[in-house]
């Protein structure tokens, strides 16, 4: 009996592990960046944090640093814009290529159409963040530029 409380513990620390830091699939891990930027509840409503845990939850280790750091920036890039109002989001997987998964987000802010391409990769961890593009710039250069 003892035996079987220790793996059931064991279990459920691996459990709570893997679900702080990455996501099982591309388009949940697009899906819950998006659910931060709804008219819901306020600490829902505030963007994608940009704290500690919430780096190592979305973002390759690469990319985490950079995410939690301060800056000054005009403008949240995950929605181009300061403020927001997003119509529904499409998700959808543009290809598959070595390690990488390019995943096309598609939504309105404010009426006006915005798409970005996720870069995922998927580790140990689940599926993470490695880079955001969009037509003009990635998160990576957008964050560096706004650096403090």
């Not at 990455?22 to 709804?38: C, D, I, M, T």
């Amino acid at each position: 009996m003892r035996e079987l409380a220790g793996i059931l513990a064991l279990f459920a620390g691996f459990c709570l592990a893997t679900a702080q830091a990455g996501f099982r699939s591309p388009e949940s891990l697009v899906r819950n960046v998006y659910a931060y930027y709804g008219e819901g509840t306020p600490e829902l409503s505030k963007g994608l944090p940009r704290d500690a845990a919430t780096a190592r939850q979305f973002f390759d280790p690469s990319l985490r640093k950079a995410w939690s750091a301060p800056r000054a920036e005009p403008y949240d890039f995950l929605v181009q814009s300061p403020s927001w109002k997003l119509g529904p989001v499409a998700i959808a997987i543009l290809r598959k290529q070595y390690d990488k998964t390019y995943v096309a987000a598609k939504f309105d802010n404010h009426g006006r159409p915005v798409t970005l391409n996720f870069i995922l990769v998927n580790g140990p961890e689940g599926w993470l963040i490695a880079d955001v593009e969009s037509p003009h710039d990635s998160l990576r250069m957008f964050l560096e530029q706004f650096r403090k």
